[in-house]
């Protein structure tokens, strides 16, 4: 246990430590822009700048340079989409939505601009609007990526929390489209199983490669719904086999911290 802590407490440091070590090149990189920009300001420095500020988490100076980039270049519509992405990291939708707006007004299959106004929306409680940009993006990209299909997954969860089959035909589509990711099988799983949709998330779980059905974590997982749908001495096989899977792993050393916690519950048992 103590080796645990010491583990989990040099990782934390390790961690501390990049995060200092990137901010302080953040600002290294602040400097040597802006003294570019005293003999050279145009618009392609400001927008370095501004980006920079915007990983710093200084919002106003950013704010402050994509306006003095407009004013050296008013016909580069990407600064309305960084300076948008920029007020919606930092928790003001409100002043994101003009800019995104005025991007899709001149390209309205802009797919990230699409993407960043639905985000948008979604935060300002507009879910109905967002779902509509989703569909559009759905209908013109020529391939979406994982995060958008979850997002919109989320998105119409949120406007209709009981309407199941509208979100599973979202992340449907998204197998169809992308395959068997286990990132939409797992979501479609944990709804479908908040929604007292065992036997829905069971069709989700039979959807996974063979090679992931025998890990324990999606082992325990189908133990766990069988259970759920009263199919209990097949939750206790399966739950066994998880055990076995664990703790074979541990005696091999390649148990994860992960896996470790999953052991010892089971264990507890």
């Known amino acids: 246990m103590r080796q645990l802590i010491m ?10 430590s990049c995060v ?8 290294e990189q602040i400097t040597q822009i802006s003294r570019e920009i005293v003999s050279q300001d145009t618009a392609q420095n400001r927008i370095e700048r501004a980006q920079l500020y915007r990983m710093d988490g200084q919002w106003m100076p950013a704010s402050q340079d994509f306006l003095r980039a407009r004013e050296l270049n008013s016909e580069n519509n990407r600064i309305d989409f960084l300076e948008a992405a920029m007020w919606h990291d930092a928790g003001k939708p409100g002043l994101a939505l003009p800019l995104v707006n005025r991007l899709l007004k001149n390209q309205g299959n802009h797919i990230n601009g699409l993407w960043l106004r639905a985000r948008i929306l979604s935060a300002l409680g507009d879910t109905a609007q967002a779902l509509d940009d989703y569909r559009q993006i759905a209908s013109s990209a020529e391939r979406m990526l994982p995060e958008m299909y979850l997002e919109w997954a989320h998105t119409q969860a949120a406007l209709a929390p009981t309407n199941l089959s509208a979100v599973n035909q979202i992340i449907q589509q998204g197998v169809t489209q992308l395959g068997p990711l286990a990132s939409l099988l797992q979501y479609a799983i944990h709804f ?19 090679q992931l059905q025998i890990q324990p974590h ?9 259970g759920l749908t009263e199919q209990h001495m097949e939750a206790r096989v399966k739950r066994q086999q998880a055990l076995e899977l664990l ?8 148990l994860s911290p992960a896996q470790h916690q999953l052991l010892s519950s089971l264990m507890q048992e």
């Open 20 to 27: 200092i070590r990137a901010h302080g090149i953040v600002h």
């Open 192 to 210: 479908n199983r908040d929604h007292h949709a065992y036997q829905s998330a069971l069709d989700w779980l039979n959807m996974l490669p063979e």
């Open 7 to 16: 583990s989990k407490l040099a990782i934390l440091f390790i961690t501390y």
């Open 218 to 226: 999606w082992v325990l997982q189908r133990a766990d719904l069988l």
């Open 247 to 254: 703790l074979a792993r541990q005696k091999s050393g390649t």
